[in-house]
């Protein structure tokens, strides 16, 4: 089993920027990668990047150049790094692991990008 506690979120001007931290816990797993989902309202949920196990690193086209995918073996922890931010980046943000066996979601975090 696993669980996942997503923090970070907040409102954010146009331009600005915000990290999200995802911090993984339990035992007897081994996490074959981790990814970050938003929501906005009314959308389906968006994928937005992957970070394998082996630390290959995948963006949706959308968030290229401006979000960054990394992780903190050390801490169990995962973030995503976004600046230049625009309105429309205004989701509920999530985070997502998958093992051999099962996937699992974190909580979400609001992202309001407004000034």
């Known amino acids: 089993q696993v669980q996942l506690v997503v923090s970070g979120g907040g409102l954010v001007q146009p331009g600005g920027s915000l990290r999200l931290s995802c911090a993984a816990s339990?035992?007897?797993?081994?996490?074959?990668?981790m990814r970050w989902y938003r929501q906005a309202p009314g959308n389906q949920r968006e994928w937005l990047t992957t970070?394998?196990?082996?630390?290959?690193?995948n963006y949706a086209y959308s968030v290229k150049g401006r979000f960054t995918f990394s992780r903190d073996n050390a801490k169990n922890t995962v973030y995503l790094q976004m600046i230049g931010l625009n309105p429309e980046d205004t989701a509920v943000y999530y985070c997502h692991a998958r093992t051999v066996m099962a996937s699992y979601w974190g909580q979400g975090t609001q992202v309001t990008v407004s000034s």
């Open positions: 339990g035992s007897g797993f081994t996490i074959n990668a």
């Open positions: 970070i394998t196990r082996g630390g290959t690193t």
